[in-house]
């Protein structure tokens, strides 16, 4: 993850090859494909069981699929929605 340039990076260790996985650089909160998706100010990361990711972005929830797909899962843009991102079964995310 780079939030200062609001995407998210994939590191792969053998070559260090650095690769966009989703997010414009634009500081929006966007859902869509790979570069068509955006982030407001993704902090907190866990990788999901079923092998996407979870993205603490504000105040929200983002999904980020093995293909790059961005949706929002939970929260929106108000005071005293979650911050953080828990880990949680694949077969409750669909």
């Known amino acids: 993850m780079d939030s200062g340039n609001y995407i998210i990076i994939t590191v792969c260790t053998e070559g260090a090859i650095v690769s966009t996985l989703a997010g414009s650089g634009e500081e929006e909160s966007v859902d869509g494909q790979s570069a068509a998706a955006s982030f407001l100010d993704p902090h907190g990361v866990v990788l999901a069981t079923y092998g ?22 939970a929260g929106r843009w108000e005071k005293g929605s979650p911050m953080s991102v828990f880990r949680q079964r694949a077969s409750t995310i669909h």
């Open 52 to 73: 996407g990711l979870l993205v603490s972005d504000s105040y929200t929830i983002r999904v980020v699929t093995s293909g790059g797909i961005v949706r929002t899962l």
